[in-house]
């Protein structure tokens, strides 16, 4: 299977600039969106780790591409994005919200938590992901990255992923694990035991599974 993952395309070129961390315009996020689309109409599936927008902001627009792409596309928000708005366009078939949810597809299982992305511990995701069986091939995805890794490591700041997320993946080790929030992180790879980590980036990233 080969599917496209892609996480914060709100997100500037100018990510090192604070004042210049979001698109300028609405026209750089449909612009951008569209690339992503294109990058990944040769894969099975695509896979958003969140922040489709900037605080609602541009995500009709964001809604009408994703749907005219005609791909299966599974879907969680991120803390830039409103659940409920998100979950409104998601037609259960080809978009899927998957915030908190799972779904197998072939023979690999999709696991998807959105939201958050600041907070160490999420009561609430590590109450659910105990109650998760899985078998077989597993993708986790969530939009907050896991603690003390290369995907949470931020320039002057050290270590701000979660330590929910880390346990999770110890504990289900899946056999992909992908997350954003963090742009200053794009395209970070890494491993915990035997399952590879990734922040796929604006622009998104091709994995086979």
């Known amino acids: 299977?080969?599917?496209l993952l892609f996480t914060d395309v709100h997100s500037s070129e100018h990510v090192k600039n604070p004042s210049g961390y979001y698109v300028d315009s609405l026209e750089d996020l449909v612009n951008k969106f569209e690339k992503v689309i294109e990058k990944g109409k040769d894969c099975d599936l695509l896979v958003c780790c969140g922040d489709l927008s900037v605080f609602s902001s541009g995500l009709e627009e964001v809604a009408k591409i994703l749907?005219?792409?005609n791909k299966k596309i599974l879907i969680i928000h991120g803390n830039h994005d409103d659940p409920e708005e998100v979950e409104s366009f998601c037609d259960g078939?080809?978009?899927i919200f998957l915030h908190k949810k799972t779904i197998t597809i072939d023979d690999v299982t999709f696991v998807g938590y959105g939201g958050d992305g600041f907070s160490e511990r999420d009561s609430d995701f590590e109450k659910w992901i105990k109650g998760l069986k899985l078998d077989g091939?597993?993708?986790?995805?969530t939009h907050a990255p896991p603690y003390n890794t290369k995907l949470d490591n931020l320039p002057s700041w050290g270590h701000r992923g979660s330590k929910s997320i880390r346990e999770a993946i110890e504990i289900l080790k899946p056999d992909l694990f992908a997350s954003g929030h963090f742009h200053e992180t794009f395209l970070k790879k890494d491993k915990i035991g035997k399952t590879n980590l990734i922040?796929?980036?604006?622009e998104g990233t091709i994995v086979e599974i």
């Open 199 to 202: 922040n796929p980036g604006d």
């Open 137 to 141: 091939k597993v993708v986790l995805f």
């Open 1 to 3: 299977m080969k599917i």
């Open 67 to 69: 749907k005219k792409s």
């Open 93 to 95: 078939k080809k978009l």
